[in-house]
Nanobody, 114 residues
């Protein structure tokens, strides 16, 4: 059974940093990533990373967020720096198995506010 366990969300002031983690188990995963959904908005891709380390970022987070992956631990991380109020959202881990089945984590709240 596939499980994605997220951690690291919380409340931070503008300009601050947070690091999200997502530990995956139960399958072999190809592309993994982070999505976010703010109140009243659609869920959007934040960043993704392949098993080989190729990354993709939303334009709004380029230069501020860094996604990384530890294949031995089946874990991805999202280092978020220079956070802005508009980064406030529920962040969801996403993982695609080698059979192209997509799984989602339960979500972790990130709030950027003074």
């Amino acid at each position: 059974q596939v499980q994605l366990v997220e951690s690291g969300g919380g409340l931070v002031q503008p300009g601050g940093s947070l690091r999200l983690s997502c530990a995956a188990s139960g399958s072999i995963f190809s592309i993994m990533g982070w999505y976010r959904q703010a109140p009243g908005k659609q869920r959007e891709l934040v960043a993704s990373i392949s098993g080989g380390g190729s990354t993709n970022y939303a334009d709004s987070v380029k230069g501020r967020f860094t996604i990384s992956r530890d294949n031995a631990k089946n874990t991805i991380y999202l280092q978020m720096n220079s956070l802005k109020p508009e980064d406030t959202a529920v962040y969801y881990c996403n993982a695609r198995t080698v059979r192209a089945v997509v799984h989602w984590g339960q979500g972790t709240q990130v709030t950027v506010s003074s």
